[in-house]
């Protein structure tokens, strides 16, 4: 769901950089051959988040929610030099479609994916993460930022994306399991007196946390 109107979406696309020919590829390829594509970053998003990488310089970045890891191709064009990417993803069956645009088998690939349940997966690496991505199931929200914020040092950030959730979190006659979570991770932010946020209503909603 876009919040912008139309019109003034389209001027600001028009008015930003395009997509890389790579991630062009990988769009349609989504498009074309995966199930539920909407959930893809698209090239607007993912200029943000290139914007983003290139402003932090991240030298580890974690990204619990791989898909089919266009927005890991996003993060990687801000990457410091020697850094590590780490994404994290339970879906077995995007594989193939991730070892072809992340080019997972070549040797010295700063992109490590993780299949499996990230909870777990998040205490078993030894990082100290400059960069965090929150795109997975909208439920474990809360309890991801609770396990990496330890591992962040002041100045970190974490991205949120679908913190909007097409408008439900509004509705109050909305109270299906994601939503009322991510009204509760919205909440616990905006409390939260370790970090300072901002929502941007762009797409479905991206928070933009810093840690104190």
Same mark, same amino acid.
């Given at each position: 769901? @876009?919040?912008?109107? #139309?019109?003034?979406?389209?001027?600001?696309?028009? #008015?930003?950089?395009?997509?890389?020919?790579?991630?062009?590829?990988?769009?349609?390829?989504?498009?074309?051959?995966?199930?539920?594509?909407?959930?893809?970053? *698209?090239?607007?998003?993912?200029? +943000?988040?290139?914007?983003?990488?290139?402003?932090?310089?991240?030298?580890?970045?974690?990204?619990? *929610? =791989?898909?089919?890891?266009?927005?890991?191709?996003?993060? +990687?064009?801000?990457?410091? @030099?020697? *850094?590590?990417?780490? =994404?994290?993803?339970?879906?077995?069956?995007?594989? $193939?479609?991730?070892?072809?645009?992340?080019? &997972?088998?070549? $040797?010295?690939?700063?992109?490590?994916?993780?299949? *499996?349940?990230?909870?777990?997966?998040?205490?078993?690496?030894?990082?100290?993460? @400059? +960069?965090?991505?929150?795109?997975?199931?909208?439920?474990?929200?809360?309890?991801?930022?609770?396990?990496?914020?330890?591992?962040?040092?002041?100045?970190?950030?974490?991205?949120?994306?679908?913190? &909007?959730?097409?408008?439900?979190?509004?509705?109050?006659?909305?109270?299906?399991?994601? =939503?009322?979570? &991510?009204?509760?991770?919205?909440?616990?932010?905006?409390?939260?007196?370790?970090?300072?946020?901002?929502?941007? $209503?762009?797409?479905?909603?991206?928070?933009?946390?810093?840690?104190?």
């Amino acid at each position: 769901m @876009d919040f912008i109107e #139309h019109d003034i979406l389209d001027y600001a696309i028009n #008015h930003s950089d395009s997509e890389p020919e790579i991630l062009q590829q990988l769009n349609r390829e989504t498009h074309i051959k995966v199930l539920n594509p909407r959930m893809l970053a *698209g090239d607007y998003q993912g200029r +943000l988040l290139s914007m983003i990488s290139f402003m932090v310089r991240p030298e580890n970045i974690l990204e619990i *929610g =791989t898909y089919t890891g266009y927005s890991a191709l996003c993060w +990687l064009e801000g990457l410091k @030099d020697g *850094g590590e990417i780490h =994404t994290i993803d339970k879906n077995e069956e995007l594989q $193939p479609i991730l070892k072809k645009y992340l080019k &997972l088998d070549e $040797p010295n690939n700063p992109i490590h994916f993780h299949l *499996g349940n990230a909870l777990e997966i998040i205490d078993e690496l030894d990082k100290d993460w @400059d +960069l965090v991505f929150l795109d997975a199931d909208k439920s474990n929200y809360l309890n991801y930022y609770e396990k990496v914020i330890p591992k962040m040092k002041p100045g970190s950030f974490i991205v949120a994306d679908n913190v &909007l959730w097409s408008g439900k979190v509004i509705d109050e006659k909305a109270n299906d399991e994601d =939503t009322v979570a &991510l009204r509760k991770f919205n909440k616990h932010v905006k409390e939260d007196h370790r970090v300072s946020e901002i929502i941007l $209503p762009i797409r479905d909603g991206i928070t933009i946390i810093r840690k104190l």
